[in-house]
Nanobody
Framework: VQLQASGGGLVQAGGSLRLSCAAS????????MGWFRQAPGKEREFVTA????????YYIDSVKGRFTISRDNAKNTVYLQMNNLKPEDTAVYYC?????????????????WGQGTLVTVSS
């Protein structure tokens, strides 16, 4: 599976961005999907995940109510809608796929990584 993330950019605080992660090589429908992020000088952290069916989602507390993960298995694509962005959301965002929804909250649960897309939020 190859994952291609896109949609990053520069936005002012309070603004919105929508990230996309398109898969090729194999259908995403059998995988849980998630997003991680890595800010400069920090470790990569888990942000959100969605089950293979889309029926379950999980968010870290700092993005609850602002970020929404969704997927379209017919298009082999996962999305991350980010609203009310804050400067502390600035990071490189990575999409990830793994066989287990619960284990995808850790880097050890990731089977496939996409390349990162940079999100910069100015104050």
């Amino acid at each position: 599976v190859q994952l291609q993330a896109s949609g990053g950019g520069l936005v002012q605080a309070g603004g919105s961005l929508r990230l996309s992660c398109a898969a090729s090589g194999r259908a995403l429908s059998s995988y849980a999907m998630g997003w991680f992020r890595q800010a400069p000088g920090k470790e990569r952290e888990f942000v959100t995940a969605i089950s293979w069916s889309g029926g379950s989602t999980y968010y870290i507390d700092s993005v609850k109510g602002r970020f929404t993960i969704s997927r379209d298995n017919a298009k082999n694509t996962v999305y991350l809608q980010m609203n009310n962005l804050k400067p502390e959301d600035t990071a490189v965002y990575y999409c990830a796929a793994g066989p287990n929804f619960l284990r995808l909250r850790s880097v050890s649960g990731v089977r496939y990584w996409g390349q990162g897309t940079l999100v910069t939020v100015s104050s």
